[in-house]
Nanobody
Framework: QVQLVESGGGLVQAGGSLRLSCAAS????????MGWFRQAPGKEREFVTS????????YYADSVKGRFTISRDNAKNTVYLQMNSLNSEDTAVYYC????????????????WGQGTQVTVSS
């Protein structure tokens, strides 16, 4: 069993920055691919970014490329999402996810999910 807990969400002004963390327990995440997704009210859950277990490969949605950065510290069993130049369209609940076999953009192919953390960008 793997449990993921997101933290770091909150209220930030447009143009500001925020860093989210996803801490894992139950199993070490060294060999897991990790992803970040978000879901705004009335919208479907959408892919944000992902990183391979070796941290040698990353992928970003066009909407966040150049603004968001995913990273991981396997020794700390933690994945991070650095968000810069935030705008109102980034307002959503952000979820981290893990999979031993998948590292793409389809949310249903991830095995483990956190409970989510709210990010609100004020204008």
């Amino acid at each position: 069993q793997v449990q993921l807990v997101e933290s770091g969400g909150g209220l930030v002004q447009a143009g500001g920055s925020l860093r989210l963390s996803c801490a894992a327990s139950g199993r070490h995440l060294t060999r897991y691919n990790m992803g970040w997704f978000r879901q705004a009210p009335g919208k479907e859950r959408e892919f944000v970014t992902s990183i391979s277990w070796s941290a040698g490969s990353t992928y970003y949605a066009d909407s966040v490329k150049g603004r968001f950065t995913i990273s991981r510290d396997n020794a700390k069993n933690t994945v991070y999402l650095q968000m810069n130049s935030l705008n109102s369209e980034d307002t959503a609940v952000y979820y981290c996810a893990a999979s031993l076999t998948y590292r793409g953009a389809t949310p249903t192919l991830y095995t483990y999910w956190g409970q989510g953390t709210q990010v609100t960008v004020s204008s």
